[in-house]
Each structure stands twice: as structure tokens, then as C-alpha cells.
């Protein structure tokens, strides 16, 4: 019997077929119970610079919550190679006024794993623009994937270093 992509779609749920380049969003079931995205992140020291921008950002209870997401988390490492970089300090880069929009350009609608992620050629964000992707390097060398699907209640966490992704 063949399927036609919408009822496969809707097999598997519209909310969590999110195509992109030809690839779709993973389609496990999320786990019912278990610590989210910000939990995660907030006890794992390598993440202690994103943390404070995400609370500085207000955006702590968007990575905490049921909706079901990616986060291309990046690490404190990351944050140190931006603001040299930029040649700035933390504090200058938590005041930015668009801090969020970048926090933002990290996190993809729906649960993908490694393999949904690698194997894209473009990304969407919650901010609205695209990350290209060739493999593990996001953007043309602005960052590389070093960990992946690291998964929370809500979504699942890719680790990147050597640079912090601008929109």
C-alpha cells in the first residue's frame, strides 16, 4: 500500500515534521518526564556563560517548558572566542540590546538529533533566519558541532565550540 507524504505526515505529527533541505525533524516521542533543555544546561559548568545570557535574555523559561526543541548549545569556551573576537567583555555582550536574537539563532523548532542536524544543508531558528550547515560546521567555519544528542525532556542538546553563531 503506498502512503502519500501526508499521511505519513500525519502519522507521525504534523508538529513534529518540520522539513528542511529534505530532511525532517526527528519524529521520537518526547519523554514524558525528565530535566528540560535549562535543566541540563544549568548543571553542566561548560554551559555557565550561556545560562547567564539566557537568564539575562529572559529566555530561561523558553528552554524550560514542553514545546520541543534543538539547542545548538554553545560552550563557555564558545563564549571566549566570540568575545575575543568582538573585543569585548561579557558584560558588554549580556547588554547587547540584541542578545536574544542571537540566543535565539540557536535553538531549531522540534527534536533533531545528530543525524537530522549533519545532514541538512540549512537549518531553521527561532529567530526567523537560516544556519548552513556542511556536516558538523555551522556557517562557514562560525562553529563546529563537538557533542551531540544530548537529550532532555523537551528537545535535545548539540554542543558547539570555537565560536558563538551570529544571525
Do not use: C, W
Not at 545548538?72 to 568582538?86: H, K, Q, R, V, Y
Not at 543525524?115 to 562557514?140: F, M, R
Request: aromatic share 2%.
Amino acid at each position: 500500500m503506498k502512503q502519500t507524504r501526508r499521511s505519513v505526515l500525519r502519522s507521525i505529527g504534523a508538529g513534529t515534521a518540520v522539513a528542511v533541505g529534505g530532511v525532517g525533524a526527528a519524529s521520537a516521542s518526547p519523554p514524558s518526564e525528565g530535566e528540560t533543555i535549562a535543566d541540563i544546561a544549568s548543571n553542566d559548568s561548560q554551559f555557565t556563560t550561556l545560562v547567564e545570557a539566557l537568564a539575562e535574555a529572559g529566555l530561561v523559561g523558553a528552554l524550560d517548558g514542553n514545546r520541543q526543541l534543538t539547542v545548538l548549545a554553545p560552550t563557555n569556551a564558545a563564549f571566549g572566542d566570540l568575545l575575543n573576537e568582538l573585543g569585548i567583555s561579557k558584560e558588554e555582550l549580556l547588554a547587547r540590546d540584541d542578545l536574544a536574537d542571537i540566543l535565539l539563532y540557536h535553538v531549531i523548532p522540534g527534536r533533531r538529533k545528530e543525524k537530522s542536524i549533519v545532514n541538512a544543508s540549512q537549518l531553521p531558528t527561532l529567530n526567523g533566519a537560516k544556519i548552513d550547515v556542511d556536516g558538523t560546521n555551522l556557517n562557514g567555519d562560525q562553529a563546529d558541532i563537538v557533542a551531540t544528542n544530548i537529550e532532555a525532556s523537551n528537545g535535545f542538546i548539540h554542543v558547539i565550540e570555537n565560536g558563538v553563531l551570529l544571525p
